[in-house]
T-cell receptor, first 112, second 111 residues
């Protein structure tokens, strides 16, 4: 299996909702990432997990809460989002330091 | 090139011609560079990479050139095909396993 699988593919949520994005990989990769991508912009790094521990948080608002339950799974918990948080959320994984990044197809999130 | 505002730089190329996409990176400590292709509704797809101890690397129909002196990266696509139409991003990795994307370039292949 050489893929990063993200669910759901599309999500519409209200500003008072709580939802979660899920990401899964079975390549044995030990680093996993969340990126946010707005239209016509490059992906922007949000969080990095290395060996199931949060190693980088790019000053992301607390309404986004990452979780890494095990080495194959990465979640992003969403609560009290704003319409400007609408974007494509991408998950990626890599074997470790510095190479072999594989991206999922993303979750298209719309906050209404 | 860098994206400005809501508009991506666009490279329009005739099918069969060669394409050259340029990227300026910012961190002189970056030691690994990757080109990604992103089609509409999909995640970035790896095309080719290069380490900072190399100047050139070739793949199938693609070549990446790295000029560390001026912090410039380019992607050359030979015999561009309609399936090459997409947005292309360069990305760099410095310390801390942090992959940072540069601005994208949209490639439109005309039949």
């Amino acid at each position: 299996d050489t893929e990063v699988t993200q669910t759901p593919k599309h999500l519409v949520m209200g500003m008072t909702n709580k939802k979660s994005l899920k990401c899964e990989q079975h390549m044995g990769h030990r680093a996993m990432y969340w990126y946010k991508q707005k239209a016509k912009k490059p992906p922007e790094l949000m969080f990095v997990y290395s060996y199931e521990k949060l190693s980088i948080n790019e000053s992301v608002p607390s309404r986004f809460s990452p979780e890494c339950p095990n080495s194959s799974l990465l979640n992003l918990h969403l609560h009290a989002l704003q319409p400007e948080d609408s974007a494509l959320y991408l998950c990626a994984s890599s074997p470790g330091q510095g190479d072999g990044y594989t991206f999922g197809s993303g979750t298209r999130l719309t906050v209404v | 090139g860098e994206s400005v505002g809501l508009h991506l730089p666009t490279l329009s190329v005739q099918e069969g011609d060669n394409s050259i996409i340029n990227c300026a990176y910012s961190n002189s400590a970056s030691d690994y560079f990757i080109w990604y292709k992103q089609e509409s509704g999909k995640g970035p797809q790896f095309i080719i990479d290069i380490r900072s101890n190399m100047d050139k690397r070739q793949g199938q129909r693609v070549t990446v050139l790295l000029n560390k002196t001026v912090k410039h990266l380019s992607l050359q696509i030979a015999a561009t095909q309609p399936g090459d139409s997409a947005v292309y991003f360069c990305a760099e990795i410095a310390a801390g396993n942090k992959l940072t994307f540069g601005g994208g370039t949209r490639v439109l292949v005309k039949p």
